[in-house]
């Protein structure tokens, strides 16, 4: 055989090797692929039950949510009298995830409720109280986690110094508190069913059956598809603010708050994105006094995540503070709350600064003492510590208040006053500040950048 043809020979066995392997890859990516999707189909399923969870409360409604381990024909009594339950809605089918919508309220109403079936398998009774109507001057006080989803110590300990202070801290005549938002992440490590059944529905049980909670989309929910059918949320403006058609983002208001709630996993950033159209319109439809934002990714942030950094989620904390940001600040939002880095952040008020933070200029910051003026920035907190800590420098320059503690906040808004309070996992008042709006401003001016 010539020195030729052995050559061709041996390129010929080559190429067959690089075939096979090229084969035997591509059968491992199908596979892969294959047990990804049966895996994260599965993740979606819980088997069991589920005690009442309250969803998309208004001045007039609210809806029930729970899961029993058989299918049955759900029930919901409820009434004003914790011992005369005189209403009841009932379910078309037997299902095993009931979901019931109590409408005909009266706004600021306490309700007694019990969830069953048609064989008068009842829980014991609950209660809860129904939203202010939007624009009443009635005081709101709320609840805000951030990545809670992590069973543990730090977990429980957050919580129930929080709900310590709260008890030693009552409004007369009101409860607790009116309702809970999360920053996201509310499940670890992958947002299953099951993670949120042992993460989040039964530590927080107890909270859960008597307020709502508006919980933000998190990269860990994002990585299995149970947390858009766990949750009901709005997408024809049920609480008030503008229609969405999405669950994926939307607006609620209480009393003279306004609470815009996105997503920041998910959904195009682009500054002419649906999401960003969406905002633009519901903040300009809005006559609340008081408006907040919540989602998931901050925009500045020196924790375990670093908004200077482009390989850092995706780019998202970079989409945010270039596309969102200058809607935020430009049509009078008071406050944004954020999570994914975990570690407590709090800003100056600010604004104008899109950039990173080696850009960062002395007048981006428009009031750096409490209580903030109703006019001058807005304030932006990084809330990820509720039941994880990590490390990370601390260092951004837009921010006044940079703790490396676990805890969660108590936010107040009473007329032209909010107050907010970091309670960390020892119950301590670790940060607090103020905004304050005179009685003659409904919204705060407009900010103008170059």
Partial sequence: MSQTNAYRKLFRHFWRVVRYLVLGLMVLIAL??????????LGSFYEGSRGPYLQMLSDTSV??????EDAHIGVVRFGVNKNALDKEVTERMAVESHELRLTGLAPLQRYYYQVGNKKEEFS??????TAASTGSPTAVRFWVTGDQGYRGSIQTDVMNNAWQWLKSNVRPERGLIDFWLT???NAYPSGSNTQFQENFFQPYADILSTHVVWPAYGNHD????????????PTNAESGGTASHTENYYSFDYGQLH????????NDLSADGKMATWLQADLKATHQPWRIVVMHHPSYT??????????????RLFEVRENLLPIIERLGVDMVITGHSHMYERSHAIACHYGESSEWKPEFVRDNT?????????VYMVLGSSSRLDNGPLNHPAMQVSLRQAGSVVIDVDKGVLTSRFINRQGQLADAFQIVKDNSSTTKQLQHCE
């Fill in 32 to 41: 892969y692929a294959v047990a990804r999707i049966i895996d994260v189909t």
């Fill in 63 to 68: 809806t029930l949510r729970w899961q029993s």
């Fill in 124 to 129: 014991g009774v609950q209660s809860f109280v």
């Fill in 183 to 185: 920053t996201g992440d």
């Fill in 222 to 233: 994002a990585r299995r598809r149970a947390f858009f059918d766990i949750f009901s949320l």
């Fill in 259 to 266: 609470v815009v709630m996105l997503d920041s996993q998910s």
């Fill in 302 to 315: 020196k924790g375990s995540h670093d908004s200077d950094r482009l390989d850092d989620s995706g780019a």
């Fill in 370 to 378: 409490t209580p903030y003026s109703k006019n001058l920035g807005t």
